[in-house]
Each structure stands twice: as C-alpha cells, then as structure tokens.
C-alpha cells in the first residue's frame, strides 16, 4: 500500500451480520467509511446459506458504492469456508477478510483461490489478527504486503477473541493487551499496510467508547471497527486530523516551499527542527484531511 493508498479513509468500520437483510440494505446509507459484510462470528451455522444468499443480492443491487466494502468469510478450515469464498468472490467487494490468521499460509491459501479464479487485482485481503499465534507472526503476514499478487492490504485486531485466547478476563483486560496491540501495530507500520482496532462491546457507553477511540489513534491505529452505528460519527471524530493540525501541518508545507527553504532537508520551523520526513508526515495528514473533506460532502444532503 503506498502512501497516497494510507490516505484512504477507515476511520469507521461497521460490521453488519449478514442474516439481517434490513441492516445490510441499511448499510448503504451510513456514515461508515466502510462496512465488513459479515458471514463467521455474527452468523449462526444454520444461517449461514441464507447469509450468503443475502450477500449475493445486496451486491447485485448494489454493485458499486462510495463506501470500501468488505466480506468476512469463515475459515477455508471450516465447512463454510469454500462456499463463502465463492460467494465473495461473485460479488466483488474491494476486499475479502480472512479470519483467525495464525501465520503466512493462511492468508496466502486464500490469495490462491482468488488467483486461480482470475479475480480481479483490485479486490483485496484483509487478515484478522485475534490469537496469539497470529501476534507472533504478525510481522511475517504483515511484510506479505510486499508480495503483489498476495493481495493484503489491511490488518484488524479482534480484540474479543484474543483476550480469550490469551486467557485475559474482566472490564480491565484491554489495558492487558496494549503490549499484544503494540505488536500488531508495529507490523502494519513496517508492512506500510492500514491497521484496524477492535471492537467497543458496549454500544450505550458512548464516553468508553469515545475515550477507547482516542487512545487507539494515540497508539497509531488508523480507524475502529465496530458493532453499531451510533459508533461511527465518534469514530470518524476520533480518526479524523483535528483543525489545528490541519491549520500546522498546512504551514509546515508552506515553508518547506517557500523561496528561502527550497531544497532544503531541514529548515527552523516556528522554533524547532523540521525534517523532510516532518514534511512527510504534513502531506500525509493533509491528504487524510482532504479525504474526510471529502467524505462528510459526499454525505451532505
């Protein structure tokens, strides 16, 4: 993913179960800068074909949108696994999320079929993050971003499952999974691949979720999945440049533009040292910036 791909947009990602055709359908409508159409954990076994068939008609009303719309499919280990890729791959999302990713050939199996069926390049892998395996070689799936014909694009943190895995309980265990977190971002950031956070459980508590949201930017995500609407005008807030680095990083690119600086890989910029990557990091706000402009016109009636 190159630097200008990071600019895009996933603030807020929804999940929506895919055996409610109404919440699908209503998908179309929100505020989400993307929506994972959800086949695995959301869906019951015994629903699990009338949740593809669901998907198979939403994609046909809807064959493009302005929102990155993603399909969770279960397991290729699974019974649901090779059906739900299928059905994914018919309906061309601009990704597929692979679950419980433990090492490379999960992600890789998954690239295969895709490959071998000429699936367009455009459509993508997202991998889940959600066992302490998968935390291990977070690294190793992260650098497959290197490798064009592997397809990943994107990590998310499935926070639930791997406090569980982990053996962590209690209202306190997110603090206890920071390190794991860590790990997982730093991946990303050394794959140059986007980096999602997990899930708020409780969709009332609207502070918890908010302040969970600001610590997840502080920590380098680049956005939060989540489990209800009412998450995602905070989410975007929390995800989004604020005016006054905007308002920075726009007169930080000012001056490394201007006559007296031109050329230079360093220059004093109100008071402190200033570095081409400082210059960098400007554009790339800049350009987030710009995308959330964007978006919030996109949604204006």
């Known amino acids: ?28 409508t929100l505020a989400a800068d993307a929506v994972i159409f959800d086949l695995e954990d959301a869906v019951a076994p015994g629903a699990k074909a009338e949740a593809r068939e669901t998907v198979r008609t939403h994609f046909s009303a809807f064959p493009a949108s302005e929102k990155v719309r993603v399909i969770r499919i279960n397991a290729l ?18 990704a597929i999320l692979v679950p419980k990713v433990d090492d ?6 998954v690239t295969d079929a895709l490959n071998e ?10 991998a889940m993050i959600e066992t302490p395996r998968g935390v291990l070689n977070a690294p190793a799936i992260a650098d497959l971003a290197g490798r064009p014909d592997a397809r990943l694009d994107c990590l998310v943190v499935g926070t639930n499952d791997l406090a569980k895995e982990a053996g962590m309980a209690g209202a306190t265990a997110r603090q206890h999974l920071h390190p794991l977190l860590m790990q997982i971002v730093l991946a990303a950031k050394a794959g140059g691949i986007a980096i999602l956070d997990g899930v708020f459980n409780d969709h009332l508590d609207q502070a918890g979720f908010a302040a969970e949201c600001r610590q997840g930017a502080e920590m380098g995500f680049d956005g939060k999945t989540l489990i209800h609407p009412s998450q995602i ?16 990083a726009e007169r930080l690119v000012a001056a490394f533009a201007s006559e007296d600086n031109a050329g230079k ?37």
């Open 1 to 28: 993913m190159t630097d200008f791909d990071r600019a895009q947009l996933l603030r807020s990602v929804l999940y929506v179960p895919c055996d409610r055709p109404r919440a699908v359908s209503k998908s179309e």
């Open 77 to 94: 280990s699974t019974p649901w696994g090779t059906e739900d890729l299928l059905a994914a791959r018919a309906a061309v999302p601009d």
């Open 104 to 109: 490379v050939a999960d992600v890789l199996a």
């Open 117 to 126: 069926t000429d699936a367009p390049k455009t459509m993508r892998l997202w």
């Open 233 to 248: 005008a905070p989410a975007n807030a929390a995800f989004a440049p604020a005016a006054e680095e905007i308002e920075r």
């Open 265 to 301: 890989g360093v220059i004093t910029f109100e008071g402190s040292m200033a570095e081409l990557l400082h210059l960098k990091q400007a554009e790339r706000l800049l350009a987030r910036a710009a995308a959330a402009a964007r978006r919030e016109r996109s949604e204006s009636p």
